[in-house]
């Protein structure tokens, strides 16, 4: 494979670019700090097609991103492949407010192998390739110039490496059947929705046990606020206030600014700064939320009471049995607040009840919720039996997406 020097030239990343358009296929990662920032900061693109490999360094000085931006978020003639691609695409999202598609995530492609539910890169390559990567580059500062050749062979190897695992499980993948599984999971991470940042949105991520109206108003107000003062100053929204200590303000608002000194998490500085007067002008302005907005449910329950959670218990089980039968990772077929959601009676909007989900586990544990499935021991193994009267199912599959063309 022919790997070029650092790219830091914009006529040299354009001609890049052009080239890689013409392939079936790109692999991209990215090397990024965000320790002390709110945004991602791009320290480094490493792109392949497997016949070439670079990195460009979106640092260098006068270098126009554009015909790499373009390429990976508007070709849509060229497949783009990801390891845990999460943070590469909110990236580019950030810097594009496209996401780049089509794509593939090996991680994801591995689950459905039977690799596990989160494989890392490096046991991903030992896997498929024998090789033990040094790791020993792998917390290095990329925002530091000028890169090292160790720092620039251990990123460009993440891209090479997967320019060959991704034929190998590619291949597997349609000698199992199973191409099209993926085509769902790959849509929903490529989806923008998942990217934008709505800090009216903020609070459905911190986790609260009162389901109050004037509780969770709190909330939503105190988690939009942090996520716009987070934004703007660019730092990690935990360093203007933990999530602990948010719930823990939207629960027990203080009286005055200065009990904000007693809060734990916060520093006696909150009882006369500037920020600690925002916050309480915050919780004073907040209303309860509307009936609307309400959650569906307490977050990790399954609204059915104990009962509810015994046959959560026992979809649970069943899930083990089906993804032990089918050597698939188990979060490949159904998560578990769906199982606490079917449990607890909900029949409308779970992925598990369409396309091949449905086929290959939620018609399963719709009988096994409707008293049509129950469990056996049979040759000391734990096995699903079926009663003699079948009824018939009160869901039916919704018509499966289209497999993508690379599958």
């Not at 590469?88 to 596990?116: C, R, S, V, W």
């Not at 390559?125 to 020993?136: A, H, N, Q």
């Not at 934008?196 to 988690?223: C, H, I, M, T």
Request: aromatic share 6%.
């Amino acid at each position: 494979m022919n790997i070029h020097p650092l790219i830091t030239d914009s006529a040299q990343l354009a001609e890049l670019c052009k080239r890689l358009a013409r392939a079936p296929y790109v692999i991209v990662d990215t090397e990024f700090m965000r320790e002390n920032t709110f945004f991602p900061d791009l320290c480094l693109v490493q792109l392949s097609d497997g016949n070439e490999a670079a990195a460009v360094d979106p640092k260098a000085k006068d270098i126009d991103l554009k015909p790499m931006l373009d390429l990976l978020t508007d070709n849509e003639d060229v497949l783009k492949i990801f390891h845990a691609g999460g943070q590469d695409i909110e990236i580019f999202y950030n810097l594009t407010g496209k996401t780049p598609h089509p794509m593939f995530d090996t991680q994801i492609a591995a689950m459905a192998l039977g690799q596990g539910e989160q494989i890392g890169y490096s046991n991903l390559v030992e896997l498929w390739l024998g090789i033990s990567l040094d790791k020993g580059a792998r917390f290095t500062d990329w925002s530091r110039r000028p890169l090292d050749k160790r720092q620039l062979d251990y990123a460009v190897a993440d891209v090479t490496h997967l320019a060959k695992i991704f034929p190998m499980m590619l291949g597997k993948l349609k000698a199992m059947n199973r191409g099209d599984w993926l085509d769902e999971e790959m849509e929903r991470i490529s989806d923008v929705e998942n990217y934008r940042n709505d800090p009216e949105k903020a609070w459905l991520r911190v986790k609260v046990q009162s389901r109050k109206p004037e509780v969770l108003g709190r909330l939503k107000a105190l988690a939009a606020w942090r996520e716009r003062e987070a934004r703007q100053k660019n730092i990690p929204r935990g360093r203007i206030m933990k999530d602990e200590t948010l719930a823990d303000v939207a629960a027990h608002p203080p009286k005055t600014q200065a009990d904000l000194a007693k809060v734990r998490g916060l520093s006696a500085a909150w009882r006369d700064n500037e920020i600690g007067e925002r916050l309480m002008q915050v919780v004073a302005s907040s209303k309860p939320i509307t009936r609307d907005e309400m959650p569906d449910r307490p977050r990790g329950g399954t609204g059915g009471g104990k009962e509810g959670a015994l046959v959560a218990d026992l979809l649970k089980l069943l899930l083990k049995i089906r993804s032990r039968e089918m050597n698939v990772a188990p979060r490949l077929l159904a998560r578990s607040d769906e199982l606490d959601q079917l449990a607890g009676g909900v029949r409308e909007g779970l992925a598990i009840l369409t396309g091949w989900r449905f086929d290959q586990f939620g018609n399963d544990a719709l009988d096994l919720v409707e008293g049509r499935l129950a469990f056996a021991v049979v040759g000391g193994k734990l096995k699903m039996t079926r009663g003699l009267a079948q009824a018939s199912p009160t869901v039916s599959p919704a018509e499966p997406p289209n497999p993508a063309d690379s599958f």
